[in-house]
């Protein structure tokens, strides 16, 4: 709490009393601060590529280095920490523009099958490579209003982190059913999970539960920070629930209709 005093005189400049106005700061303390974390943590998940980058490449540049598989090696690390940078920037960017709501939603009705369309073919695809089983309950006949694009931006990425955070062989399945007057889309693994204790927290931008592991796997840290934007920006709601080593069932529900 911030307050400011202002003594009170009568006419004749007596002191009769003192004026207080108490202003409650907590609010904006947490505002600063969350800012000053985000500038932080931005700083810091830039740097570590950067370092990375120049190391490797200085390594090359090397006159005694010479050996061309190792070189391969090298460039393949700046390779892989340089897109690192590119999908930060990308969804920072994102991220920037959700938040300053410059970002026209362009609302239309939208068939289930044109959402889940090249979405689900992509997210087979990834999940082949671990052996993963990925399978679809969409509901026939759902229809609802949004953004197509975005929409489809919300199921790719809860479909690739189910599919990134559980281990080969494991399961991934997407449903999609109309329930009391809302579409639920939700997305089950069972997968490497989250401590109850945490699950608040995923939604907070770079929060991660194990950073070494979202790094490895080319994660930012900023995509559920972008879903959720974007599903609230259409009304609606995301929630998780999850058990360590279990699984994970993030669900997303949107209105069927524009309010
Ligand atoms: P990241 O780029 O790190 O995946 P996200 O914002 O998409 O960033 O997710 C934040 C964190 O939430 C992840 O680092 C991970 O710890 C956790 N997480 C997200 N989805 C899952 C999931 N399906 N299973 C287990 N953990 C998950």
């Not at 690390?77 to 939603?105: G, W």
């Not at 695809?125 to 759902?142: C, L």
Request: charged share 25%; glycine share 6%; aromatic share 6%.
């Amino acid at each position: 709490i911030e307050f400011v005093g202002a003594p009170i005189f009568n006419e004749v400049k007596d002191l009769r009393g003192v004026v207080l106005v108490f202003h409650d700061i907590t609010d904006l303390k947490k505002v600063e601060q969350m800012r000053k974390d985000f500038v932080a943590n931005v700083s810091h998940e830039l740097k570590t590529p950067i370092t990375s980058i120049k190391g490797f490449a200085e390594t090359i540049l090397d006159e005694e280095m010479e050996d061309p598989s190792i070189q391969k090696k090298f460039i393949q690390i700046i390779y892989n920490e340089s897109a690192r940078l590119q999908a930060l920037v990308h969804d920072l960017l994102e991220l920037s523009k959700l938040e300053k709501e410059e970002l026209q939603l362009k609302i239309k009705k939208i068939p289930i099958t044109e959402l889940v369309e090249g979405i689900t073919e992509l997210a087979e695809s990834q999940a082949v490579k671990k052996s993963i089983t990925f399978s679809t309950n969409i509901e026939e006949g759902i229809t609802l209003f949004g953004d197509s694009e975005r929409l489809k931006q919300v199921i790719a990425n809860l479909l690739y982190n189910a599919i990134n955070y559980t281990p080969n062989e494991g399961k991934v399945i997407l449903t999609v059913k109309q329930q009391d007057g809302r579409v639920e889309i939700s997305v089950a693994d069972n997968g490497i999970g989250i401590p109850k204790e945490q699950c608040s927290r995923i939604f907070e931008r770079f929060y991660r539960v194990d950073p070494a592991r979202s790094r490895n796997t080319g994660g930012t840290g900023l995509g559920l920070a972008i879903v959720k934007h974007i599903v609230e920006a259409h009304d609606g709601s995301i929630q998780v629930e999850s058990e360590l080593n279990k699984g994970s069932t993030f669900t997303v529900l949107l209105p069927t209709s524009i309010t």
